[in-house]
């Protein structure tokens, strides 16, 4: 979190949260009533400052006001970032890195999600082709060859057992199976955060 909002929620630690501004679409977009923010100073500044509370609300703390975010799916976007012929590497739509891949699904409309040191994101659909055709092996640890993935579909749309697993750094994680509506609840976060106080209010101005 930056310097300058830890003082102002220092000096200001009473003002009203925000609801129903912002929010994440599933390519990793920062929206404000559903118009992409395109300026590149404040999205990076709410990367930064973006967080989530005991009950799994994701927010964005700008300065001493909490900002509630909207998800499309999940609380985090994922983006593979190594090179052509690298081990895979991963990072957040923030630009968080990640150490550590805990678990890896795909649901039934095979969009593939996993969740990591940072927590549960689904990963970009741009993304896809090198995060699968690169990453994914076989239970003997073979490079999966891409037209199996054709051969997958059903497995897939069926939510049965997917015979392949992620290959990250030194670890090889099952690519198991998930129902995008059994998601938040899997994951402990709320996707739509609603106002409980009577003291909504209208966010403050933003300074990125």
């Not at 300065?63 to 012929?85: E, H």
């Not at 670890?171 to 976060?189: D, T």
Request: no cysteine; net charge negative; aromatic share 8%.
């Amino acid at each position: 979190m930056d310097e300058s909002v830890l003082r102002a929620m220092a000096k200001w630690p009473n003002v009203p949260a925000v609801y129903g501004w912002l929010a994440l679409d599933r390519r990793g977009n920062w929206l404000i009533k559903r118009e992409t923010i395109g300026n590149a100073a404040l999205n990076a500044f709410i990367g930064r400052n973006y967080l989530h509370d005991e009950a799994g609300r994701w927010f964005f703390q700008n300065g001493p006001q909490r900002v509630f975010v909207d998800l499309d799916y999940t609380p985090l976007i994922y983006r593979v970032t190594n090179g052509l012929n690298a081990p895979l590497a991963l990072a957040t739509h923030a630009g968080d890195a990640v150490n550590t891949v805990r678990n890896a699904h795909i649901d039934e409309q095979g969009t593939v999600l996993i969740h990591t040191d940072r927590g549960i994101g689904i990963v970009h659909d741009q993304d896809l082709d090198p995060l699968l055709i690169a990453s994914m092996i076989d239970a003997n640890g073979n490079v999966v060859e891409e037209s199996v993935f054709d051969e997958l579909v059903e497995l897939i749309e069926h939510q049965r057992p997917i015979p392949l697993w992620l290959k990250f750094r030194d670890s090889s994680i099952r690519l198991e199976p998930i129902q995008s509506a059994k998601v938040p609840e899997r994951f402990g976060y709320d996707p739509h955060p609603i106002t409980q106080s009577p003291n909504y209010r209208s966010p403050i101005s933003q300074r990125p």
